[in-house]
């Protein structure tokens, strides 16, 4: 069983923000799978289904992105599931461009605040993760504005792709296919000429 927890902030306030990706994508996820994301759980809205024939419970936690691994942590914990091959973590990464992925099986939390209180509950750095592009933050801007800002239309556009290849990038991990996505999203895309 896999647990997938996308990374965000709840309240309709936060909604469609650049720190709320990892929401986005698991509810993509929940679309095209057919899931509904309504269960009550550790602090998370979850939802239970079967994902290319692997059962598979979407998070999406209700604590406050600086709290994730309260709700991450107890869920792993509850379902027995193990960290480092059965949790995937899909978050914001300002580092990326736009809609670009980049997985990874293990490492720093790299100054996201959702990322590190997981490290800090699971005990662990080694868990796999599908980080979102949101594009850099322009000179000047403060960070937590930023991240909590709006994608403007074109970006949405591309945001859109961005969820569609995180979403083939989760049934690949969980088809034991990780190294293989790691390859096909982590090169570095050249956008596209108008």
């Known amino acids: ?24 994508v698991i509810d993509a996820l929940a ?20 994902i290319e024939g692997q059962k598979a ?9 600086n709290l994730s691994g ?33 997985i990874r ?3 720093s939390a790299g100054g996201h605040n959702g990322i590190k209180n997981i490290i800090a509950h699971l005990g662990t750095e080694t868990f796999l993760r599908i980080k979102v592009g949101v594009g850099e933050k322009p000179k000047k801007y403060d960070l937590a504005d930023y991240v909590l800002g709006h994608f403007s239309k074109a970006e949405r556009k591309i945001m859109e792709e961005g969820y569609q ?16 996505a790691m390859n096909e999203y982590n090169r570095k895309v050249k956008p596209k000429e108008a």
Not at 1 to 22: D, F, K, Q, S
Not at 37 to 44: L, T
Not at 72 to 86: F, I, P, Q, S
């Open 31 to 50: 679309d095209q799978y057919n899931i509904s994301v309504d269960g009550r759980k550790s602090r998370a809205l979850i939802g239970k289904g079967i």
């Open 105 to 107: 099986k293990k490492g």
């Open 1 to 24: 069983m896999y647990i997938i927890a996308g990374l965000g902030n709840p309240t309709l306030a936060y909604e469609g923000t650049r720190h709320n990706v990892g929401f986005d």
């Open 57 to 65: 419970i979407l998070v999406k936690p209700q604590t406050y992105m």
């Open 70 to 102: 309260e709700s991450v942590g107890a869920l792993v914990d509850y379902y027995k599931v193990d960290e480092e091959t059965e949790l995937i973590v899909i978050y914001d990464d300002v580092s990326l461009d736009v809609g670009q992925l980049r």
């Open 165 to 180: 290849k995180a979403i083939r990038a989760v049934t690949m991990m969980i088809n034991g296919e990780t190294d293989a």
